[in-house]
């Protein structure tokens, strides 16, 4: 179940933003597409991030993806865990599978409610 304050990216990244802090992931419908997932790329705090633009990589055994920022800002703080536990992203893709903390400067105009990106998903297949 997707949580409802967050938003959505059509590239199937979340972000829920608090205090002017985005913590940004990847959705259980980019996790679920993905899937055998074995490495993950992720910039370090301190690193800027532009919206729109890839932040990183997410690899599995079919595909390599780019990974795309929802806001505009500096990263002050990594899930250094994750990319050692992979298996987070299908447990708790919304939970402690987040990828990153952002000081917000910017939000993409592309950021969707929920009943937007299911809507999206659903067309997608």
Same mark, same amino acid.
């Given at each position: 179940m997707r949580p409802n304050d967050c938003k959505f990216l059509k590239s199937h990244e979340w972000c829920k933003i608090e205090n002017g802090i985005a913590t940004?992931?990847?959705? @259980?419908?980019? &996790? *679920?597409h993905l899937s055998d997932l074995v490495f993950l790329d992720l910039p370090n /705090?301190?690193? *800027? &991030?532009t919206f729109g633009e890839s932040f990183g990589e997410i690899e *599995? &055994? /079919?595909? &390599? *993806?780019?990974l795309y920022s929802p806001v505009s800002g500096e990263v002050i703080d990594s899930n250094k865990n994750?990319? @050692?536990?992979?298996?987070?992203?299908?447990q708790e893709p919304f939970g402690k599978a987040w990828m990153l903390k952002v000081k917000v400067t910017a939000k993409s105009p592309d950021l969707l409610e929920g009943a937007a990106y @299911?809507?999206?998903c659903k067309a997608e297949g």
């Amino acid at each position: 179940m997707r949580p409802n304050d967050c938003k959505f990216l059509k590239s199937h990244e979340w972000c829920k933003i608090e205090n002017g802090i985005a913590t940004i992931g990847i959705t @259980d419908y980019a &996790v *679920s597409h993905l899937s055998d997932l074995v490495f993950l790329d992720l910039p370090n /705090k301190g690193a *800027s &991030v532009t919206f729109g633009e890839s932040f990183g990589e997410i690899e *599995s &055994v /079919k595909a &390599v *993806s780019s990974l795309y920022s929802p806001v505009s800002g500096e990263v002050i703080d990594s899930n250094k865990n994750l990319p @050692d536990n992979l298996e987070w992203l299908s447990q708790e893709p919304f939970g402690k599978a987040w990828m990153l903390k952002v000081k917000v400067t910017a939000k993409s105009p592309d950021l969707l409610e929920g009943a937007a990106y @299911d809507a999206h998903c659903k067309a997608e297949g």
